[in-house]
């Protein structure tokens, strides 16, 4: 087991899933590519384990990924067309993905879960504590939730996992924690055990897991033992589970995140995702804050008149 003060240097962003819940659209675009306002999902992943000091970053990909390694790759002929143009608004942003961190990447072959994926990184990441970032995740940068969980880290050892409170009759949607007050530490919980999406009125609290983890290595040797649940494949959650409940790797903690974070996962969530981040853009704001003021009234508008009434 690694001792707290063993530092966090490196990231693992799971990105082989196929995506078809935006199908037809992922057909031959990689879900992580989709754009949220006029970046690809991924990007804002990557940006947030950099800002929290992570830049090696293993991305565990499958087929058809190839378009996330060009994106993180120089562009040298767009550069220079840019360059010849005099455009260095637009060249910065080209080359801004490419500086981002070092990226890796592993195939993770079989498509068997979360936990297969993650036991993919072991030979790039060896006996070190890692951090796993979900795509479907994003957090707002003025929320360091990964900072703040690595602090954890370094305070308690073992493993640190992100919660969030949600209504009771959205549990079962969720991996789901047991938790109780940590022992000398008020800004994290003590897990004591997981749940893989539980059954509707059987969950054991109402804190479930996010896309954010700061894992002890052992979680390696775990992964390799835990049997295929849930769907069929290896769950994460299972293995965070042992850990919890043998304090194999050291203990496992929550850090309860009340920030902003968008959903890109739903499609719903991701249209909403796009809409709030556009708002909030100095260049892009003040305009479509307007139309869309705009456009809410007269959808209002047509839904109290008499012939929306009739229909």
Known sequence: MQTPTTPVVK?????????????????????????????????????????????????????NKRALEDHFDRAHELETVLEAKGDRERLSLVRESSTLATLHYARQGDPLGLGHA?????????????????????????DPLLSHMIAVRERLGGSVIALTE????RIHLYGCAVV???????????????????????????????????????????????????????????????????????????????????????RGEYLRATVRLACEREDLGPEFR???????????SAERSPAAASR
Not at 118 to 142: C, K, M, N, T
Not at 290 to 300: I, K, P, Q, S, V
């Open 11 to 63: 990231a693992v962003i799971p990105a082989a899933g196929m995506g078809t819940r935006f199908l037809p659209a992922t057909k031959a675009t990689p879900k992580e590519m989709l754009p949220v306002v006029d970046k690809p999902a991924i990007q804002y992943v990557v940006e947030e384990a950099a800002t929290a000091g992570l830049t090696d970053v293993l991305m565990i990909t499958g087929r």
């Open 118 to 142: 993650v036991l993919a990184a072991e030979a790039h990441v060896g006996q070190s504590p890692f951090a796993v970032l979900l795509g479907d995740d994003l957090i707002d940068p003025r």
């Open 166 to 169: 949600v209504p009771a009759d």
């Open 180 to 266: 109780e007050p940590s022992t000398g530490d008020e800004e994290a919980l003590r897990v004591t055990g997981l749940v893989e999406k539980p059954a509707p009125g059987t969950a054991p609290s109402n804190y479930a897991v996010i896309g954010r983890y700061v894992l002890d290595p052992a979680v390696f040797d775990v992964l390799r033992r835990t049997a295929p649940g849930r769907g069929g494949e290896i769950q994460l959650t299972d293995a965070l589970h042992t850990l919890a409940t043998t304090g194999v790797g050291g203990p496992v903690h929550g850090v309860v995140f009340r920030g902003r974070r968008y959903d890109t996962g739903d």
């Open 290 to 300: 307007a139309w869309l003021r705009e456009f809410a009234a007269t959808e209002l």
